[in-house]
């Protein structure tokens, strides 16, 4: 067994500079929540975005399990950064981040400029953003660990990026 | 608003076949669990794979942070089913499975069977499946839900699998 350093150091620019990139480029995350109906871990995919001001943000259906677990309870966590297809997947560089869950009503005078900015990374979403159970969420960072490969974690500042 | 029907249904053969290959196709997942710091949910990637009797499986190091929240609370969640380079990942299946992990004890009879399991399809944790640090656990899933896309959710009984 060989000893190794603490894994988890505090950012430097460079660690500012690669969670800054990933928050911008990911255009989907994982989600975890916790399930009302037991209490237990429950997960999963999502859309994500970066809103106006850089606050990430979701755009997801009512119908959905994660939308009523975040009701619920809007304490959750978001891990952004895919792996290609290519290399240790392990290797690749994620985002993970502690975060509560703020909801945008639908009547709120904001919603038609997080709309048109959210069509434009997403133009995808034209299809279903008008359908009435299709809703904004925003999420605001309580802490956030980088992990850039085995041996490479730092804590972020929400406030640093 | 249009009136859609309820988004998940019992999983068909079809279902059950493409759930079966994402499990059978995936290398990782993401991790949901509850942080034991804080009680809130925490995410993670992690190595997966299936053992040699098709339980979901991980190699993890007791220094990451899931690991410690794990050993305090087994109840997790985990989401396989990785969407390509191309198309909305929103329609890219994904299952999520809700489970409780088993640790193998570093000293049990079935490590060395696990580990050259393992290794066949992680031929890079060659590197690090022997520091000592490193082990494995078992996810026994408690429940499944596949995501084949807007409007295809289905539940699965883990006995199908």
Known sequence: MTTRPDPVRDADPEALALARSLLAGATYAAL???????GLPGISRIAFGLGPEGMPMTLISSLSTHHGALRADPA???MVGEPGEKGDPLTHPRLMVKARAVF???????RAALRDHWLKAHPKAKLYVDFGDFGFVRFAPVSILLNGGFGKAFRIDPSAL
Chains 1, 2 share one sequence.
């Open 104 to 110: 945008v009503a639908q009547d709120a005078p904001e």
């Open 32 to 38: 975890a929540v916790t399930d009302p109906a037991d």
């Open 76 to 78: 959750c966590a978001l």
